[in-house]
């Protein structure tokens, strides 16, 4: 384990990362909004079941308004899902979850992994949108699904949503899906951040999307005025290891500002 450390290979860690946005909304006086975002769980042979089990007390010890899960529950076969279902009931126990699928997902059994998702009290938000309850209620929850396998509709996915708009979605080339719709924050995975990186960060490999390497981990503050975060996710895909791209859940704050008022007409 030492010399695993000493090559920057991630084991059981898991590393709770922390960053604030500001978000308008029409009232004031609202409290930040903590958001607990995870992603790419990769439940079967080639992810430690303690990595899900940390990951899942690291977003418990954060006490976050609401939990966002970004997809890839599964590594290859729909049943992985079911001991991982009963790790996420932990959260689902405690505060409202969303949830989102991912690639591998879609190539298992979506609706079986529905299934399992929704028995422990997920929402799972497929081309929908929900609205958090008081006093977050100016607040929305868009899901979109996958961009390779699923059925992204975006019109669908922010229909009715009137105030601020968080968009759950699985890996950064959603936003080719988005379009011109408005958001004001993004959270995906996919990338692993390569889960092979070099010091400092930098993806050796990265899985398939035309905006993968664009947007391959971190904070990005986008032109249009929303911000995107993406995730280094929890498990491992293909191979059982990570390399300088460490198992991580996210922890969000939401300043809920006050939107400035329109302007008057001359």
């Known amino acids: 384990m030492r010399l695993a450390r000493a090559l920057g290979?991630?084991?059981?860690?898991?590393?709770?990362?922390?960053?604030?946005?500001?978000?308008?909304v029409p009232v004031a006086g609202v409290r930040p909004l903590t958001i607990g975002y995870a992603s790419d769980f990769h439940a079967g042979p080639t992810t430690d079941p303690d990595v899900l089990h940390s990951a899942v007390s690291a977003l418990?010890?954060?006490?976050?308004?609401?939990?966002?899960?970004?997809?890839?529950?599964?590594?290859?076969r729909p049943s992985e899902v079911d001991p991982l279902a009963l790790e996420l009931k932990r959260l689902a126990a405690r505060h409202r979850c969303f949830a989102?699928?991912?690639n591998h997902d879609w190539l298992a059994d979506p609706q079986y992994i529905v299934r399992r998702l929704e028995e422990q009290g997920i929402e799972v938000l497929t081309n929908r949108n929900a609205r958090l309850d008081p006093p977050f209620d100016q607040v929305w929850i868009c899901g979109l699904d996958d961009h390779w396998y699923g059925r992204p509709h975006a019109d669908l996915t922010f229909a009715g949503a009137e105030?601020?708009?968080?968009?759950l979605m699985h890996a950064p080339s959603g936003l080719l899906d988005i379009g011109e719709h408005r958001f004001d924050l993004a959270l995906c995975g996919?990338?692993?951040?390569?889960?092979?990186?070099?010091?400092?960060?930098?993806?050796?490999?990265?899985?398939?999307?035309?905006?993968?390497?664009?947007?391959?981990?971190g904070r990005f503050d986008l032109a249009d005025g929303g911000t995107l975060i993406v995730s280094l996710g929890v498990g491992c895909a293909l191979l059982p290891l990570r390399i300088h791209a460490d198992a991580e859940v996210v922890v969000c704050t939401v300043t809920l500002r006050p939107a400035p008022p329109p302007a008057r007409a001359i």
């Not at 290979?9 to 308008?24: G, M, Q, Y």
């Open 100 to 102: 989102v699928l991912g």
């Open 163 to 167: 105030g601020a708009r968080i968009v």
């Open 9 to 24: 290979l991630s084991v059981r860690e898991v590393t709770t990362t922390r960053v604030s946005v500001e978000i308008a």
């Open 60 to 76: 418990l010890a954060a006490e976050p308004d609401v939990v966002l899960l970004g997809g890839d529950f599964v590594n290859f």
């Open 190 to 217: 996919h990338t692993h951040g390569g889960q092979i990186a070099l010091p400092g960060g930098r993806p050796v490999i990265l899985p398939n999307g035309a905006l993968s390497r664009q947007y391959p981990r």
